[in-house]
């Protein structure tokens, strides 16, 4: 029930590190020097133009931007980025091989905000359900004409989670399997953190998924267009998956195409820090209380300001989903990165949190010294905890 990872996925994969290090090189340069006035929260609309047979395809914004490409990529490198955008953004038809069971018809529907490439809200979110003893997946809600709509057993558990942001997530999928292994293989503190490695089908540690359930971006392509629409395609690695019940031929999308996808998200900057008045101050609580133990400001030299060690926590009964995912249990979750928080309304994988300080005091099982220390600051920290947040 495995697949692996295409040569040609591979050589993406190791072209990203150039402009890896380029990135992490600009990102230290760009933390120097005087402020600058503050900014919007959120980025501006982005502005819709002609781009070959997809005329309502975003305008692509500037290297570094929030939906733009890493800065610093070869020309080559760039062509490719705009190509997997094109396809990211295709509408799928019930002729392309839509459903016959799907949640949307682009892989743009559930990650647009705020740009191309960004998260999604509840609106968007995918039902995943939980086969004892150990079967978890997404089910989608829709179906085309002629079919309906999947009846899941009630024995089965059923929860749904958000789409996560793919901004940046080429540098998460870049940091060394080592480098993971060593930020998830630390002693428990002494506020009883613990610190743990899901590990993905195929062995390496997971990173990707609020659950760390993939280990790369081509398996996350491959499994969503398959569960999100209904596109068979020959990298999803479950075999149940690879053939449906409609009239068009399976595979629906070659490989070729889930890989260029994945490039696309490779090579996505990640969400930039605000710039505007010093929140240090607000800084500070955040790391003397604590939340720096799970939401690392630079798990790796790559990924600076991801705010994240990708490991996976228990965050106690009231977050616990029932649904296991490999090594994680139904209350571990991966520590969300916090890189492009400034622009969500709502917290947590189903968005139960209206505020952050809901999602903070939510934090409980091995966070729950810390979540304490926040809950016993004076307003004034906690007000200045928030605002630096709000700089991410």
Known sequence: MSSRTSPSASTGRRRTLAALATLALATTLTGCGKKAPVEETRPSAQKTGDYGDNPNLPAEPAAGEPGGPLPGLSAEDLERFRKGR???????????????????????????????????????????????????????????????????????????????????????????????????????????????????????PGRIGSKAHNSTIVDFSASAITSEMGITNPLKRDPRFKTDKDEVADPEAPAERIESISTFIRLLAPPPRATGSDESAGEKVFHAIGCGSCHMADPHPTAKGAYSDLCIHDLGPALDAQQPDFLAAGADWRTAPLWGLRWKRAYLHDERATSLHEAIVAHQGESRVITKRYSGLPEAERAALQRFLQTL
């Open 86 to 204: 094109i396809e990211f953004w295709r509408t799928y038809t019930i002729e392309d091989g839509l459903g016959p069971h799907y949640n949307d018809v682009r892989c743009a529907g559930c990650h647009s905000i705020p740009v191309l490439g960004g998260a999604g809200s509840m609106d968007k979110a995918a039902r995943v359900v939980f086969q004892p003893p150990d079967f978890v997946e997404v089910w989608p809600l829709k179906a085309i004409d002629g079919f309906e709509p999947l009846k899941i057993p009630s024995a089965n558990v059923i929860k749904f989670r958000r789409p996560t942001s793919l901004l940046g997530l080429g540098l998460i999928e870049g940091i060394p399997d080592a480098t993971m292994e060593a930020n998830c293989g630390r002693p428990e503190t002494a506020d009883g953190v613990r610190y743990r490695l899901n590990r993905a089908w195929d062995g390496r």
